[in-house]
């Protein structure tokens, strides 16, 4: 099975500052996604990052909220800027290539304090 | 309407009980379908793909009207290590960004 790796695994951080988190895949791959899983929710989907091109943010999502970077192949971040307690919740990054692909991330435990 | 609903449960059966979940979808354009198992405190992970003519693997079916935009999957002989949320997704392509329904808990009980 595919390898996807996630940095940090959880963190606590204090409203107003920011926090990158980290996608590592083992394998190239052209689309990587992101999601957010607030508690007792499913999945929403903040945006998916194409290499080499900005970013697509669906709907409620923003660019200067979540900046994004996919410098490569194998590898993403995502930002979530001026934090609240609001943004707290699991972010998963989603490698997608092809129907068989399909896996994610460990996640990585945000909580804003 | 939403892109995907499921019934959210709980569903508390006891072991080897049958248990079916049910899950519709807004997008005529779908193309593929999958139900996803996600554990307490985990990532989800891909359970099965759906196909139009229904599929099965071990005890697990899922079957597919796209008429009705209408997905199930059926656990047959359920084991305590079954509970866990059952999440509905689809997507409109291969390769394209996954929606997730709410999710269906499912607790198994001895």
């Known amino acids: 099975s595919a390898v996807i790796s996630q940095k940090p695994s959880r963190d606590i951080c204090q409203r107003g500052t920011s926090l990158t988190i980290q996608c590592q895949v083992d394998?190239?791959?052209?689309?990587m996604f992101w999601y957010r899983q607030q508690p007792g929710q499913s999945l929403t989907l903040i945006a998916t990052?194409?290499?080499?091109?900005?970013?697509?943010?669906e709907s409620g999502f923003v660019i200067d909220k979540f900046p994004i970077s996919r410098p490569n192949l194998t590898f993403s971040t995502l930002t979530v800027s001026n934090m609240s307690p609001e943004d707290s919740s699991i972010y998963l990054c989603?490698?997608?290539?092809?129907?068989?692909?399909?896996?994610f991330g460990p996640g990585t435990r945000l909580l804003v304090l | 309407r939403k892109e995907v609903e499921q019934d959210p449960g709980p569903f508390n059966v006891p072991e080897g009980a049958t248990v079916a979940f049910n899950c519709t979808y807004s997008?005529?354009?779908?193309?593929?379908f999958f139900w996803y198992r996600q554990d307490c405190r985990k990532e989800p992970k891909l359970l099965m793909s759906?196909?139009?003519s229904g599929n099965e693997d071990g005890r697990f079916t899922a079957q597919l009207n796209r008429a009705s935009q209408y997905i199930s999957l059926l656990i047959r002989d359920s084991k305590l290590s079954d509970s866990a949320t059952y999440l509905c997704?689809?997507?409109?392509?291969?390769?394209?960004?996954?929606?997730f329904g709410k999710g269906t808990t499912l607790s198994v009980s001895s």
């Open positions: 990052a194409n290499q080499g091109s900005e970013a697509t943010y």
């Open positions: 759906v196909y139009s």
């Open positions: 989603r490698r997608g290539q092809g129907r068989e692909t399909q896996y």
């Open positions: 997008n005529s354009a779908s193309q593929s």
């Open positions: 394998s190239q791959v052209t689309m």
């Open positions: 997704v689809v997507n409109k392509q291969a390769g394209t960004a996954l929606i």
